[in-house]
């Protein structure tokens, strides 16, 4: 049976979650959620009420079914063929392809970081995550989040 994992997103800068070019990956931050989610589960991007572009509180910011699951060196390794967008390009004028979430280079032993959205100061949060998750069935909303979100209260019966 497919889980959910939910969290709330202090800031949505489009690096994780990465939504862009028709699939939706989450490989840096969270890694409590990378390291056990499975091909199936679901994720779930809250909204903050301190989000940068307004109170995004009761509001989802994306949701992402788990589609393929990869060690983040397994990552490093296909992003160049199958998703060369995800290699950050720090220099390009395109925010989608400055915002590249495949930030760790396991060519080198112990893996390099290249240039991106997170520093030296996010290596051992990032890599303690080992996964990396990828969907290509997703709902992403973004700055706005979605409509305000109603909760419901369901009685079993007998």
Same mark, same amino acid.
């Given at each position: +049976?497919?889980?959910?994992?939910?969290? %709330? *997103?202090?800031?949505? !800068?489009?690096? =994780? &979650?990465?939504?862009?070019?028709?699939?939706?990956?989450?490989?840096?931050?969270?890694?409590?959620?990378?390291?056990?989610?499975?091909?199936?589960?679901?994720?779930?991007?809250?909204?903050?009420?301190?989000?940068?572009?307004?109170?995004?509180?009761?509001?989802?910011?994306?949701? +992402?079914?788990?589609?393929?699951?990869? %060690? *983040?060196?397994?990552? !490093?390794?296909? =992003? &160049?063929?199958?998703?060369?967008?995800?290699?950050?390009?720090?220099?390009?004028?395109?925010?989608?392809?400055?915002?590249?979430?495949?930030?760790?280079?396991?060519?080198?032993?112990?893996?390099?970081?290249?240039?991106?959205?997170?520093?030296?100061?996010?290596?051992?949060?990032?890599?303690?995550?080992?996964?990396?998750?990828?969907?290509?069935?997703?709902?992403?909303?973004?700055?706005?989040?979605?409509?305000?979100?109603?909760?419901?209260?369901?009685?079993?019966?007998?």
């Amino acid at each position: +049976m497919p889980r959910l994992f939910s969290y %709330t *997103i202090p800031v949505d !800068d489009g690096a =994780a &979650p990465n939504p862009f070019d028709g699939i939706c990956t989450l490989t840096i931050c969270k890694p409590g959620i990378r390291r056990v989610a499975i091909k199936g589960d679901w994720v779930a991007g809250l909204g903050s009420m301190n989000a940068p572009s307004g109170d995004l509180s009761g509001r989802l910011v994306y949701t +992402m079914r788990v589609g393929e699951v990869l %060690t *983040i060196e397994e990552y !490093d390794r296909f =992003a &160049p063929i199958r998703w060369p967008s995800r290699i950050p390009k720090i220099d390009s004028r395109d925010l989608s392809a400055r915002l590249g979430d495949c930030i760790y280079d396991f060519s080198t032993h112990p893996p390099k970081q290249r240039p991106g959205v997170h520093d030296e100061r996010n290596r051992e949060t990032d890599l303690s995550g080992e996964n990396a998750l990828i969907a290509t069935h997703f709902f992403y909303f973004g700055s706005k989040g979605s409509r305000q979100l109603t909760y419901l209260s369901v009685a079993a019966t007998a």
